[in-house]
T-cell receptor, first 110, second 116 residues
Framework: GENVEQHPSTLSVQEGDSAVIKCTYS??????FPWYKQELGKRPQLIID?????GEKKDQRIAVTLNKTAKHFSLHITETQPEDSAVYFC?????????FGTGTQLKVEL | GAVVSQHPSWVICKSGTSVKIECRSL??????MFWYRQFPKQSLMLMAT?????????EQGVEKDKFLINHASLTLSTLTVTSAHPEDSSFYIC????????????FGPGTRLTVT
C-alpha cells in the first residue's frame, strides 16, 4: 500500500518567516495530494490540494509543489502568523483512499 | 455545502461495553464514507471504508468483529466499538468524499472516546 513520509516533525519559525514542510510518497499511482491543518481536538481542515497533472498551486500565502518523478510534494507558507500554529498533515490518495503523513507541529513565535 | 456531522462529540464508557458513533452527511449523499482513528499526537489512520448497502472494507490489522460498521443509507454510517477496552480510547473521525467528481474528502468533527 501507499506510504507517506513527512518532515520535519516539529518546526518553529519567527512570525513573518516562511515555513516549508516536505512529504514523499511511495505509490506512483497516487493522483491527489491534499494538505490539512488540524488544531487540537478538531477535524482536519483542507488548506490546499494538488492533482498529479499539476506541478504547483498557490493560494495567497500558501503554495504546494509536486514533483511526480521524485514522488515529492511540499507545502510552503509565507509570511507566517501566530494563527498558523497547528499540526499540518500531508496526504496522498489513490482514488478515494487517503494515506496521511505523520504530521508536522508548526509553531510560529512572536 | 458538503457538511459532515458526528454524534456524539465525546463519550465515556466502561470497559466491556459497546459504543456507537454516528456519521451523517447533512447536505449531500455519500455512497462511501471512511472511518479514521487518531491517537494523541499521532496521524490519522484509516480503519475502514464504508460503502452504502454493502459490507465495509477494513484495513489490515483492524478487527472487523470489534469495529462494526453499518452504512444503511446514503447519509448515515455508524461505527460500533464492541467490548471496548482502555486501549480503544482515541479520537474517531469519519469522512465522506467524491462529491460531484471532486477528490476532496469532508471530515466530521470527530468523536473523543474514553474507555475507563
Amino acid at each position: 500500500g501507499e506510504n507517506v513520509e513527512q518532515h520535519p516533525s516539529t518546526l518553529s519559525v519567527q512570525e513573518g518567516d516562511s515555513a516549508v514542510i516536505k512529504c514523499t510518497y511511495s505509490d506512483s499511482a497516487s493522483n491527489y495530494f491534499p494538505w490539512y491543518k488540524q488544531e487540537l481536538g478538531k477535524r482536519p481542515q483542507l488548506i490546499i490540494d494538488i492533482r498529479s497533472n499539476v506541478g504547483e498551486k498557490k493560494d495567497q500565502r500558501i503554495a504546494v509543489t509536486l514533483n511526480k518523478t521524485a514522488k515529492h510534494f511540499s507545502l510552503h507558507i509565507t509570511e507566517t502568523q501566530p494563527e498558523d500554529s497547528a499540526v499540518y498533515f500531508c496526504a496522498a490518495s489513490i482514488g478515494d483512499k487517503l494515506t496521511f503523513g505523520t504530521g508536522t507541529q508548526l509553531k510560529v513565535e512572536l | 455545502g458538503a457538511v459532515v456531522s458526528q454524534h456524539p462529540s465525546w463519550v465515556i464508557c466502561k470497559s466491556g461495553t459497546s459504543v456507537k458513533i454516528e456519521c451523517r452527511s447533512l447536505d449531500f449523499q455519500a455512497t462511501t464514507m471512511f472511518w479514521y482513528r487518531q491517537f494523541p499526537k499521532q496521524s490519522l489512520m484509516l480503519m475502514a471504508t464504508s460503502n452504502e448497502g454493502s459490507k465495509a472494507t477494513y484495513e489490515q490489522g483492524v478487527e472487523k468483529d470489534k469495529f462494526l460498521i453499518n452504512h444503511a443509507s446514503l447519509t448515515l454510517s455508524t461505527l460500533t466499538v464492541t467490548s471496548a477496552h482502555p486501549e480503544d480510547s482515541s479520537f474517531y473521525i469519519c469522512s465522506a468524499g467524491s462529491v460531484g467528481g471532486s477528490y476532496e474528502q469532508y471530515f466530521g468533527p470527530g468523536t473523543r472516546l474514553t474507555v475507563t
